[in-house]
T-cell receptor
């Protein structure tokens, strides 16, 4: 039973380059969430996606960041023109449903992608 | 403004020395309170979800409880493998599902 898969696990980018982080949700899960953990800070929600739809992007920085979850393939978090302040761990999470207090509707996290901007 | 505060920030225990972690919250309309465990360099590992005051859940040496203002994670007779950062998160009815507000975590070290 594969969990939430993220790649790459570690990524180094120079300032001004683009970073693409990929996430495949758990089997049977159609809801994906991205979180960011900055050094010495807690986990912060960024965006919630379903297939081909952005449901909630209230935590996304206004510029340079975008996310998608296409009909086929993994979810992608894209950071354009990276700056040193983007260095962080980016976690993807997934759940089987978007609503409900069903005990099976737990939110599971992946192992994270560590982005370092030099 | 919604707030989630965990205490203590760090906790050092001897093996077998039971203790409790606290997560206090001030939110409008709590839908669920989540506990996760995070090891260094890894993602959060789900432990429990609590939905209503008075609810309790157990898993091995861990027991989570919930009141209207706070949640406790009790660690009974901990072992070194229980060393980790324990994260508390809340979800409200006004937030989209999956939008969790995390506390800063409690770093637990259990020594043999």
């Amino acid at each position: 039973n594969a969990g939430v898969m993220q790649n790459p696990r570690h990524l180094v980018r120079r300032r001004g380059q683009e970073a693409r982080l990929r996430c495949s949700p758990m089997k049977g899960h159609s809801h994906v969430y991205w979180y960011r953990q900055l050094p010495e800070e807690g986990l912060k929600f960024m965006v919630y996606l379903q297939k081909e739809n952005i449901i909630d992007e209230s935590g996304m920085p206004k510029e340079r960041f975008s996310a998608e979850f296409p009909k086929e393939g993994p979810s992608i978090l894209r950071i354009q023109q990276v700056v040193r302040g983007d260095s962080a761990a980016y976690f993807c999470a997934s759940s089987p449903m978007g609503e409900g207090l069903n005990s099976g509707n737990t939110i599971y996290f992946g192992e994270g992608s560590w982005l370092t901007v030099v | 403004e919604d707030q989630v505060t965990q205490s203590p920030e760090a906790l050092r225990l001897q093996e077998g020395e039971s203790s409790s972690l606290n997560c206090s919250y001030t939110v409008s309309g709590l839908r669920g309170l989540f506990w996760y465990r995070q090891d260094p360099g890894k993602g959060p590992e789900f432990l429990f979800t609590l939905y209503s005051a008075g609810e309790e859940k157990e898993k091995e040496r861990l027991k989570a409880t919930l009141t209207k203002k706070e949640s406790f994670l009790h660690i009974t007779a901990p072992k070194p493998e229980d060393s980790a950062t324990y994260l508390c998160a809340v979800q409200t009815y006004t937030d989209s599902w999956g939008k969790l507000q995390f506390g800063a975590g409690t770093q637990v070290v259990v020594t043999p």
